[in-house]
């Protein structure tokens, strides 16, 4: 808990019993006085907004128009406002924000903030939204072709050896294809779980770029794609191993799938380059593919969201890589960038902050 030491609209005898009272209260909460600048925070409070700092406007440490115009508007009514506001910085989060008036023992009068982040019901919402629109409809065609088999073995080809096996084969794939797509499902969900937790395990990121090229090297010969790898020595950030080889295992796969294996590319080669610099690290996985037209580059990353549905299901694709992949960026507090131009192929960029030595 930080109170003010000096704040001149407030007795100090107010200010410790102001204090005293939000530090017992579960939720953050922030008292400013009749000038907007902090008298007291909680400790969930300065949780949420770390910048917060006595006798600091509250403007300069809570960017939120929104919080403002609330104050401003309970301030000239003398009644309790509601608000919400997202905020966007480092992570999206969803508040929802109570103002209300406070007249201190001394009789000054300062205003009392209440807040509750609702990100993880937020969260949770859309989640339940998007499983039901869209994971349902990934579902309905694999469910369908399974039962569809299934009544065909019962019925006209109970005794056919060679539709049997043919309609068993069919049906693992589409088997295989609910798994993956459960996988990813809960793999998007555990790491929204932990968005909101910075990793700092220290993990070789060299030892990840080499470790995905041999074991995607296979799917490469089969396609006929070569990969490339460039990197240092070794590059050191803080993060989740297991996260971390998802993201670059799903950047690689991508490329030699959707990029360098198509039939019309003419430079078979995926690149794999990492770059330290001065406090970050990029990672850059490129191919000269087809490409990608502008239209689709800003929803690329969005659950379920494919430029060719047809070709990605085709190729055992579920649309949920690049969300899981910025996710787990999002979490380690990096940048996911896509540049491309049709004809051009495609270049993947993930830019990484370094582990502080």
């Known amino acids: 808990m930080r109170t003010l030491a000096d704040a001149k609209s407030l007795p100090a ?42 006798d600091l406007l509250l403007a300069r440490g809570l960017r939120a128009p929104d919080v403002l115009d609330a104050i401003m508007r309970a301030r000239a009514s003398g009644h309790a406002e509601r ?24 009789g000054s009068a300062t ?7 609702l990100s993880e019901a ?31 073995l019962q019925g006209p080809a109970r005794d056919d050896v060679g539709a049997r096996v043919k309609f068993l084969g069919i049906m693992r794939e589409q088997a295989r294809r609910m798994t993956r797509l459960v996988d990813d499902l809960l793999s998007l969900s555990r790491i929204e ?84 610099q001065e406090r970050q690290c990029v990672l850059n996985v490129s191919d000269y593919g087809p490409g990608i037209a502008p239209e689709h580059l800003p929803r690329l990353t969005e659950r379920f969201y494919r430029v060719d549905a047809g070709q990605s299901r085709a190729k055992g694709g579920t649309g949920l890589g690049l969300a899981i992949v910025k996710h787990i960026v999002a979490r380690h507090r990096g940048r996911l960038g896509i540049e491309s131009q049709p004809g051009q192929g495609a270049t993947f960029s993930v830019t990484f902050p370094l582990q502080a030595s």
């Not at 919400?84 to 209300?100: G, K, M, Q, S, Y």
């Not at 205003?111 to 982040?117: A, K, Q, S």
């Not at 089969?222 to 490339?228: A, G, M, Q, R």
Request: one cysteine or more; a negative charge.
């Open 13 to 54: 005898r107010d200010r410790h019993i102001v204090a005293r009272l939000i530090d017992a209260l579960p939720e953050a909460v922030i008292v400013v006085d009749a000038s907007d600048r902090v008298v007291a925070v909680n400790a969930p409070a300065l949780t949420l907004f770390p910048a917060l700092r006595p």
């Open 83 to 106: 608000a919400t506001w997202l905020d966007r910085v480092p992570v999206e989060r969803f508040f929802e924000l109570h103002v209300a008036a406070m007249e201190g023992p001394s």
């Open 111 to 117: 205003m009392i903030l209440t807040l509750r982040d």
């Open 122 to 152: 937020r969260r949770v919402e859309r989640m339940r939204v998007d499983f039901v629109a869209n994971a349902s409809h990934e579902l309905r065609t694999p469910l369908a072709s399974l039962l569809g088999f299934v009544e065909t």
């Open 193 to 276: 779980q932990n968005l909101h937790l910075l990793p700092q395990s220290p993990v070789d990121l060299v030892s990840i770029v080499r470790h995905i090229a041999d074991t995607l090297t296979p799917m490469a010969q089969e396609n006929n794609v070569l990969l490339k790898v460039e990197a240092p020595a070794s590059v050191i950030v803080g993060g989740d191993r297991d996260e971390l080889l998802r993201v670059v295992e799903n950047l690689v796969e991508n490329a030699i799938k959707y990029g360098a294996s198509d039939s019309l590319c003419a430079n078979r080669q995926v690149d794999i380059t990492l770059v330290a």
